[in-house]
């Protein structure tokens, strides 16, 4: 196989995320403890346009036939949270992320 041989090409066309319209009553949207409350859902929707070369012949290096076009249709959803977490519970959680971090950068030597 040479560099300029293609056997899968992709194509992604992405429109612009939309929030998801819900009825904020009809749905729990805190967590039991009160820490987490969900105050959006956008949905991005993706098409991805892929064209596969199937009978690639690996010994004679080329490509014979037809590529087959396939396309997927992905819905992304993402959600925008409200955190409140008492004062312990914070400094602990950021004590944590602090370690985490410096442990990583020593590893890396950053």
């Known amino acids: 196989m040479r560099d300029e041989d ?4 992709f194509h992604k066309k992405v429109a612009d ?4 319209d819900f009825q ?4 729990c949207l805190q967590s039991p403890n ?9 949905i991005k929707h993706i098409q991805l346009d ?5 009978d690639y012949k690996k010994n004679k290096k080329e490509t014979t ?3 087959s076009n396939f ?6 959803a993402a959600g925008n949270l409200n955190v409140t977490l ?3 519970l914070a400094k602990e959680v950021r004590k944590r992320i602090y370690s985490f971090f410096v442990i990583k950068f020593q590893k890396w030597k950053i």
């Open 6 to 9: 293609q056997i899968l090409l």
């Open 17 to 20: 995320p939309r929030p998801l």
């Open 24 to 27: 904020m009553n009809s749905y």
């Open 34 to 42: 009160n820490f987490f409350k969900l105050m959006s859902i956008q």
């Open 50 to 54: 892929v064209t596969v070369v199937l």
């Open 65 to 67: 036939g037809n590529p």
């Open 71 to 76: 396309t997927l249709f992905l819905r992304i």
């Open 86 to 88: 008492p004062t312990h």
